[in-house]
């Protein structure tokens, strides 16, 4: 039988999305849901879903919703994974369930993701429904951060019977979903419906509480709690260190986009929070996070050029394809094989330009990737107003260092059991970017996950 081509996404006409934040991909309807779920072939071993990190039945949820049984298919997504509408639309699933399908073969694969937002995206339209919480087991867990790592932890606990309060450092829940993702990738109102979900199946959250500060581990743990998760993420960025990244106008991408997420600064002045960005902008580095600074300041209103500069070549970017192609839609322009040096600025101290050196690609390196090599005698300079720094994100260091015989990695993350997430100190588990650095959401919920579960059988045992 042929297989047919991949059911294309809706998506927002790209000159017209750049001057709004509304989502860009506009999501399946019914009938492109049961068109693209009939491509699938309901393989005897569907390898799809061992490229999951939270275990979704694929298969089966794929063949409720070729049945019309779209309940059904939310149903069993949610045996585990406590937040599919997020993870529909964030997941790189082209790197996971989507690179396994049997369909990859033919560079067609079943578009997972886009099945599980529709069916998840239609359940919360009809309103929240709350599963039914369990008899409590007089048992107390407490979840320091709300991001994903948290969140899914929390999830786990609750549905075993455990009273679960949730402590978060900001004013708003989600973690890295609310103050990292843009709104027209990851729209807050489903983080929110999501996290009212869990509050309604019991879990208290605290907001406003940095843990390290406002309370420790161990004064948490003398309240009553019998174990403790931490899911603290990785927000402390990373700077190249080169001259110049003190001037008026370099930002990192996450004080830029807590600005634009969180704080709404894109709404400014009706939001309090203002973003002092310039008409041409330099975003260094080529990830999720770099495209997700980029795009954000494509959209502001005074902002007419925006550069993706990165030191290797195209074929070797990090972000997401569709992330990538979404990108260029909009006209950002991609500034390749170039690497920043120096950070101009005039006198009264705002940047005016990034000095770079062209950069050639020589032998691999540890990464397995082309080391990047300068060109001699190659430098330029990208007339710029703004430099966001979109390098990558390691730990605060704040818990470890509040918290005795807590061990860390060498480059900071927290050192935790591969299997279970247990750290050095007994009844405190860890994951996410706050044990692996900065990575996927969907990873993020899979140590939360496996954490939960090992909290589970270490208070059974106790």
Not at 16 to 26: D, K, P, Q, Y
Not at 356 to 383: N, T, Y
């Amino acid at each position: 039988m042929a297989v047919k081509t991949r059911v294309k996404m809706p998506a927002q006409d790209p000159l017209l999305r750049i001057r709004n934040f509304s989502e860009v991909a506009l999501g399946y309807t019914e009938e492109m849901a049961i068109e693209e779920a009939s491509r699938c072939l309901q393989c005897k071993d569907p390898v799809c879903q061992k490229g999951c990190p939270v275990a979704v039945q694929i298969k089966d949820f794929i063949g409720l919703i070729r049945k019309g049984d779209f309940d059904g298919a939310i149903d069993k997504i949610k045996e585990t994974n406590s937040l599919p509408a997020v993870c529909g639309r964030v997941c790189p699933q082209e790197e996971q369930c989507e690179q396994s399908c049997i369909l990859n073969k033919a560079g067609r694969p079943i578009a997972i993701g886009r099945l599980e937002r529709y069916v998840a995206d239609r359940a919360l339209a009809r309103g929240l429904t709350v599963p039914p919480r369990p008899a409590s087991n007089g048992k107390k867990v407490a979840v320091v951060g709300s991001g994903p790592a948290g969140l899914a932890a929390a999830g786990d606990l609750v549905r075993r019977g455990y009273q679960v309060t949730v402590y978060e450092a900001l004013h708003d829940l989600g973690g890295v979903l609310i103050y990292g993702i843009p709104e027209f990738r990851l729209p807050k109102k489903i983080v929110r419906d999501e996290v009212e979900i869990l509050r309604a199946q019991g879990v208290d959250f605290q907001t406003d509480v940095v843990v390290g500060k406002t309370i420790t581990v161990d004064e948490i743990k003398e309240l009553g709690y019998q174990a403790v998760f931490l899911g603290t993420g990785a927000g402390l960025p990373k700077f190249m260190d080169i001259p110049g990244e003190s001037l008026n106008g370099v930002f990192s991408a996450n004080e830029f986009l807590t600005r634009i997420n969180l704080m709404k600064a894109y709404l400014f002045p009706e939001y309090d929070t203002p973003v002092k960005i310039g008409a041409r902008v330099a975003v260094v580095g080529a990830g999720n996070v770099a495209m997700d600074a980029a795009r954000s300041a494509r959209r502001l209103p005074n902002v007419e050029e925006v550069y993706i500069v990165y030191r290797r070549s195209e074929a070797e970017m990090p972000a997401r394809k569709e992330e990538l192609e979404h990108a260029k839609e909009e006209g950002i322009v991609l500034k390749t094989l170039t690497n920043p040096v120096r950070i101009l600025g005039n006198d009264a101290g705002w940047v005016t330009g990034l000095e770079c050196h062209r950069m050639e690609l020589g032998e691999p390196d540890a990464s397995g990737r082309r080391r990047p090599v300068a060109v001699k005698g190659s430098q330029f300079v990208i007339e710029v107003d703004t430099v966001i720094m979109a390098l990558g994100t390691s730990p605060n260091p704040l818990v470890s260092k509040t918290t005795p015989g807590l061990q860390t990695q060498d480059w900071g993350g927290l050192a935790v059991e591969e299997e279970t997430g247990l750290t050095s100190r007994e009844g405190v588990y860890a994951g996410g970017d706050a044990v692996t650095g900065a990575a996927t959401v969907i990873l993020a919920m899979g140590a939360g996950k496996k954490a939960a579960a090992a909290i589970h059988e270490y208070l059974l045992g106790k």
